[in-house]
């Protein structure tokens, strides 16, 4: 079973820019496919951001797209999520997720088996 833990939120001003760190237990990371998702108050937990096994391919919500770039370092068990030009609407709780193995639908919630407890990303107007 998969542990993660997520690192790097914070307070910073719109056009600022953070990197989310999620570090992934077990020896088969390099197996898994990871996302990152988000929650709002008030809103619904919406996908962000995924890259996948074993293709590596990157998947991003269109309000995010040129702004955030996820990568991986199997070699950390380590995912980020470089987030640039940050707006106020991107406040909220970022959750690492990951899944064992492969999946036709890196955006769907339910396709991850493992969740982080989230890191607060806080931006100013």
């Known amino acids: 079973q998969a542990q993660l833990v997520e690192s790097g939120g914070g307070l910073v001003q719109a056009g600022g820019s953070l990197r989310l760190s999620c570090a992934a237990s077990g020896r088969s990371f390099s197996w898994y496919t990871m996302g990152w998702f988000r929650q709002a108050p008030g809103k619904e937990r919406e996908f962000v951001s995924a890259i996948t096994w074993p293709t590596s391919n990157t998947y991003y919500a269109e309000s995010v797209k040129g702004r955030f770039t996820i990568s991986r370092d199997n070699a950390k068990n380590t995912v980020y999520l470089q987030m640039n030009s940050l707006k106020p609407e991107d406040t909220a709780v970022y959750y690492c997720?990951?899944?064992?193995?492969?999946?036709?639908?890196?955006?769907?919630?339910?396709?991850?088996?493992?969740w982080g407890q989230g890191t607060q990303v806080t931006v100013s107007s």
């Open positions: 997720a990951a899944r064992v193995g492969a999946t036709a639908q890196p955006m769907v919630r339910p396709e991850y088996q493992y």
